[in-house]
């Protein structure tokens, strides 16, 4: 059974940086497809990143050039690096895992989530 745990979420001001990670446990983190989605106060849960297998990634079209994802196969983690924050991305950030290699921003790629962590970002 696969689990997932973000962590490095929090409170920054408008125009700082983050960087998120999310830690799996169970199942065979080398051959998942990794993504990062968010979800604000009363929108609906927004894509924002996926990496899979091979490297391949794709990015959510306000945060291209703003996010970076990456991964660590060695330490079952994946990373999402966030600079010049804006109150718009204020949200609780989940890290999901699809056994499939395709990096898709549909949530029904994925099969596990994680619980979330909040990131806030002040003005």
């Known amino acids: 059974q696969v689990q997932l745990v973000e962590s490095g979420g929090g409170l920054v001001q408008t125009g700082g940086s983050l960087r998120l990670s999310c830690a799996q446990s169970?199942?065979?983190?080398?051959?998942?497809?990794m993504g990062w989605f968010r979800q604000a106060p009363g929108k609906e849960r927004e894509f924002v990143a996926a990496?899979?297998?091979?490297?391949?990634?794709y990015y959510g079209p306000s945060m291209k050039g703003r996010f970076t994802i990456s991964r660590d196969t060695e330490k079952n983690t994946v990373y999402l690096r966030m600079n010049s924050l804006q109150p718009e991305d204020t949200a609780v950030y989940y890290c999901?895992?699809?056994?499939?290699?395709?990096?898709?921003?549909?949530?029904?790629?994925?099969?596990?989530w994680g619980q979330g962590t909040q990131v806030t970002v002040s003005s």
């Open positions: 169970g199942g065979t983190f080398s051959l998942n497809v």
């Open positions: 999901a895992a699809g056994t499939s290699s395709v990096v898709s921003d549909l949530p029904s790629y994925y099969n596990s």
């Open positions: 990496i899979n297998r091979n490297g391949g990634i």
